[in-house]
């Protein structure tokens, strides 16, 4: 008998995963995610504070301000504060930018102005009883106290003469000197000394022959170098008390620092006891460059040294005046 055939079961189909769609998903894990935490607020900054209404209160103020570090002092804008009538006793203003400040009656007594700026400040009626102000700067427009002397410390940063140098009203009224013994008086006490002794010690070591002119108003002049023979200065005063001295590379002579040079003042002093230059000009011109600084004319200077070398060649006639070293001996 035939055997009935089998029928085999179908093979079962894997049903399909159902596929969700990518924004959904990308909805799902949005959703899933953790909520940020809120961000803390932040602190309100503490207000800045008004050093200068802290300074105005007097003693309390001034131990906070010198509280302080330097650093923090200096971040404070003390140019063109009113500080004016203030207690600042014992304040710490060392090094810094007070131009233009108003400190008018101010009480000052033993405080720290060194390496201070002063410029244009107002100080008239101020109280600088013990105070520090070594290297403090100070200028045409600083108010200085009439009453109080202006300290030999301070810095003259001026455009104008060193007021500490100028010539008092008493020193103004004497008579003008009438030789040049009496002149040499005066300027001894108004120069600065080791420049004179240079000078004179030049003028008693050797004869020089002095190029110069004598105009009302001024004189140039020419001085050979005593260590360096190839060197030559020009050197000018004009009766405004201007004043320059310079060598033939138009370079500025090193000496003049606050004052006449050496080399100026042998031609100053030379002149005048040859009687070139007379003793009361001489006086005047000397007094009026007090405190005055420098000025470089180098037009003028290339025009002087340009004669010079004409009448060293023979082609100018300018004729020297020379020097006698035994004229100085006494000196």
Same mark, same amino acid.
């Given at each position: 008998?035939?055997?009935?055939?089998?029928?085999?079961?179908?093979?079962?189909?894997?049903?399909?995963?159902?596929?969700?769609?990518?924004?959904?998903?990308?909805?799902?894990?949005?959703?899933?995610?953790?909520?940020?935490?809120?961000?803390?607020?932040?602190?309100?900054?503490?207000?800045?504070?008004?050093?200068?209404?802290?300074?105005?209160?007097?003693?309390?103020?001034?131990?906070?301000?010198?509280?302080?570090?330097?650093?923090?002092?200096?971040?404070?804008?003390?140019? !063109?504060?009113?500080?004016?009538?203030?207690?600042?006793?014992?304040? $710490?203003?060392?090094?810094?930018?007070?131009?233009?400040?108003?400190?008018?009656?101010?009480?000052?007594?033993?405080?720290?102005?060194?390496?201070?700026?002063?410029?244009?400040?107002?100080?008239?009626?101020?109280?600088?009883?013990?105070?520090?102000?070594?290297?403090?700067?100070?200028?045409?427009?600083?108010?200085?106290?009439?009453?109080?002397?202006?300290?030999?410390?301070?810095?003259?940063?001026?455009? !104008?003469?060193?007021?500490?140098?100028?010539?008092?009203?008493?020193?103004?009224?004497?008579?003008?000197?009438?030789?040049?013994?009496?002149?040499?008086?005066?300027?001894?006490?108004?120069?600065?000394?080791?420049?004179?002794?240079?000078?004179?010690?030049?003028?008693?070591?050797?004869?020089?022959?002095?190029?110069?002119?004598?105009?009302?108003?001024?004189?140039?002049?020419?001085?050979?170098?005593?260590?360096?023979?190839?060197?030559?200065?020009?050197?000018?005063?004009?009766?405004?008390?201007?004043?320059?001295?310079?060598?033939?590379?138009?370079?500025?002579? !090193?000496?003049?620092?606050?004052?006449?040079?050496?080399?100026?003042?042998?031609?100053?002093?030379?002149?005048?006891?040859?009687?070139?230059? $007379?003793?009361?000009?001489?006086?005047?011109?000397?007094?009026?460059?007090?405190?005055?600084?420098?000025?470089?004319?180098?037009?003028?200077?290339?025009?002087?040294?340009?004669?010079?070398?004409?009448?060293?060649?023979?082609?100018?006639?300018?004729?020297?005046?020379?020097?006698?070293?035994?004229?100085?001996?006494?000196?």
């Amino acid at each position: 008998m035939a055997k009935q055939a089998v029928k085999k079961p179908a093979p079962k189909v894997a049903a399909k995963a159902k596929t969700t769609p990518k924004s959904k998903v990308a909805a799902k894990t949005k959703s899933a995610a953790p909520a940020k935490p809120k961000a803390a607020a932040k602190p309100k900054a503490k207000p800045k504070a008004d050093w200068i209404e802290t300074l105005k209160t007097g003693a309390a103020g001034v131990k906070k301000w010198n509280a302080l570090s330097r650093d923090a002092k200096g971040k404070v804008k003390l140019r !063109g504060a009113d500080l004016s009538n203030a207690d600042l006793t014992k304040v $710490d203003f060392n090094g810094l930018n007070l131009t233009g400040a108003d400190l008018s009656n101010a009480n000052l007594s033993k405080a720290s102005l060194s390496y201070s700026n002063l410029s244009g400040a107002t100080l008239t009626g101020a109280t600088l009883e013990g105070a520090l102000l070594s290297w403090a700067r100070v200028d045409d427009g600083t108010k200085w106290p009439a009453e109080i002397r202006m300290a030999d410390a301070l810095t003259w940063a001026g455009k !104008g003469p060193d007021p500490r140098k100028v010539a008092t009203a008493e020193e103004k009224a004497l008579p003008k000197p009438a030789d040049f013994g009496e002149f040499l008086t005066r300027l001894k006490k108004v120069t600065d000394p080791a420049k004179l002794d240079k000078a004179t010690d030049m003028l008693k070591a050797e004869r020089f022959r002095l190029y110069a002119k004598v105009a009302p108003d001024h004189l140039v002049g020419v001085v050979k170098s005593q260590g360096n023979a190839d060197l030559v200065y020009s050197c000018r005063l004009a009766s405004d008390g201007k004043y320059s001295c310079g060598t033939q590379n138009l370079n500025i002579c !090193g000496g003049l620092r606050g004052s006449p040079c050496k080399h100026l003042l042998v031609l100053i002093v030379g002149l005048s006891k040859a009687g070139e230059l $007379d003793a009361a000009t001489a006086h005047e011109w000397t007094q009026n460059a007090r405190g005055q600084k420098p000025e470089l004319d180098k037009e003028a200077m290339t025009a002087t040294f340009l004669q010079y070398k004409g009448a060293e060649a023979g082609e100018i006639d300018w004729r020297p005046t020379e020097t006698v070293p035994e004229d100085f001996y006494a000196m």
